[in-house]
Nanobody, 127 residues
Framework: QVRLVESGGGSVQAGGSLKLSCTPS????????LGWFRQAPGKEREGVAT???????TYADSVKGRFTISQDNTKNTLYLQMNSLKPEDSGMYYC?????????????????????WGQGTQVTVSS
């Protein structure tokens, strides 16, 4: 099991930017998926963005064009660049990982698919 540690959350006004980081406890290898999820109070956790070890990315419709997921393969760190933030982007942001079949060409975006989770970092966007 891999331990994941998120950082970079905070409070920002609408229209602002934040960059989240997620550092795994071990170097990730093979075919793996990393994802960012968020959960607002009283709501279910939802997928925000995913990245496959090959570099293929997916985004929720609500963040397309505003958020960018990336991975620094040298440091093995996962990032989420969030621009043009809206109040509805507020919530606890989690990074997560799982190891799919080697032939997987895109990562899943549901909570149930991910095995390892971080503790989360809070993002608050004020209007």
């Amino acid at each position: 099991q891999v331990r994941l540690v998120e950082s970079g959350g905070g409070s920002v006004q609408a229209g602002g930017s934040l960059k989240l980081s997620c550092t795994p406890s071990t170097y990730l290898s093979g075919t793996y998926c990393l994802g960012w999820f968020r959960q607002a109070p009283g709501k279910e956790r939802e997928g925000v963005a995913t990245i496959l070890s090959s570099g293929r990315t997916t985004y929720a419709d609500s963040v397309k064009g505003r958020f960018t997921i990336s991975q620094d393969n040298t440091k093995n760190t996962l990032y989420l660049q969030m621009n043009s933030l809206k109040p509805e982007d507020s919530g606890m942001y989690y990074c997560a990982a799982y190891w799919p079949a080697i032939w997987t060409w895109t990562c899943g975006s549901t909570v149930a698919e991910y095995r390892d989770w971080g503790q989360g970092t809070q993002v608050t966007v004020s209007s």
